[in-house]
């Protein structure tokens, strides 16, 4: 088993930054990869950005290209998703989730559905707001 726990949410002004941390325990040698979704008010859960397990492959839904970075601390098992020039439309429930898939990082369908993920931490409110 693994278990995640995210941490760093809350609420920040339009333009501001926050960082999320996802701390990974438990059976971490079946992981490939992690990545970061997120969940607006009222809508569906959507892919953020992915890492795999070396930290090396990084990968970024367009809507955060150049503004969000995800890295991988290897010596703590810890996963991080740096948030800078906030949006209101970022506001989210953000979730950190987990991957025994060789392949799913990699492949852009793949890691962007849920249904690839076998471990989720319990979330992060992220509230951007003047």
């Known amino acids: 088993q693994v278990q995640l726990v995210e941490s760093g949410g809350g609420l920040v002004q339009p333009g501001g930054s926050l960082r999320l941390s996802c701390t990974t325990s438990g059976n971490t040698f079946s992981i490939y990869g992690w990545a970061w979704f997120r969940q607006p008010p009222g809508k569906e859960r959507e892919f953020v950005a992915a890492?795999?397990?070396?930290?090396?492959?990084?990968f970024y839904a367009d809507f955060v290209k150049d503004r969000f970075t995800i890295s991988r601390d290897n010596t703590n098992n810890t996963v991080i998703l740096q948030m800078n020039s906030l949006k209101p439309e970022d506001t989210a429930v953000y979730y950190c989730a987990s991957t025994t898939g060789q392949h799913t990082i990699n492949i852009v369908s793949r890691r962007k559905a849920i249904s690839e993920y076998d471990y989720w931490g319990q979330g992060t409110q992220v509230t951007v707001s003047s």
């Open positions: 890492v795999g397990w070396s930290g090396r492959s990084t």
